[in-house]
T-cell receptor, first 113, second 109 residues
């Protein structure tokens, strides 16, 4: 596609439920990143994929968070047993390779009630 | 980890004015990018500038890597320039961009 596409754009879920957020990067981009942004703050790194493998998952806050990119293109961020503190905008980005210009999607706004 | 500080934190300009935004970072970097986050939340990449100077229309940026700072210049500001400006850096020891604290810009008529 022309840009990074994220779905859903908005998600409201109840505390304790499971959530999946999807990211479709720019075609041909091998590097894919997930960031999380809380109100009034800058984006915070969660995980980086180079191809199919998670090259750096040091930003995942705990084991309730998991992400996959099975075919080296689309990625899914999975959050188990959601908590109210997980409410944020989840941003996906991609770049041609690691270290190049990075392009962000519009984000998935997650609200846990 | 690396610290990235931006100044000023908030800026109000009248349309047509010029401004300089600053980004200071605490360690050597391999990669530095400037972003504009519009009022709808979309992050737009403005510059990939680990060193040197680049210009794109009314915007230009300069990074002095040896002195650990970067500047973003906005000339003849327009209301559409409003939003938050972030710089983000990547060091050789971490495969991630670390974002700065941001500068919130409001351009008024």
């Amino acid at each position: 596609g022309a840009g990074v596409s994220q779905t859903p754009s908005n998600k409201v879920t109840e505390k304790g439920k499971y959530v999946e957020l999807r990211c479709d990067p720019i075609s041909g981009h091998t590097a894919l990143y997930w960031y999380r942004q809380s109100l009034g703050q800058g984006p915070e790194f969660l995980i980086y994929f180079q191809g199919t493998g998670a090259a750096d998952d040091s930003g995942l806050p705990n084991d309730r968070f998991f992400a996959v990119r099975p075919e080296g293109s689309v990625s899914t961020l999975k959050i188990q047993r959601t908590e109210r503190g997980d409410s944020a905008v989840y941003l996906c980005a991609s770049s041609l390779t690691f270290g190049n210009t990075i392009y962000f999607g519009e984000g998935s706004w997650l609200t846990v009630v | 980890g690396i610290q990235v500080e931006q100044s000023p934190p908030d800026l109000i300009l009248q349309e047509g004015a010029n401004s300089t935004l600053r980004c200071n970072f605490s360690d050597s970097v391999n990669n530095l990018q400037w972003f504009h986050q519009n009022p709808w939340g979309q992050l737009i990449n403005l510059f990939y500038i680990p060193s040197g100077t680049k210009q794109n229309g009314r915007l230009s940026a300069t990074t002095v890597a040896t002195e650990r700072y970067s500047l973003l210049y906005i000339s003849s500001s327009q209301t559409t320039d409003s939003g938050v400006y972030f710089c983000a850096v990547e060091t050789g020891t971490a495969s991630k961009l670390t974002f700065g604290t941001g500068t919130r810009l409001q351009v008024t008529l």
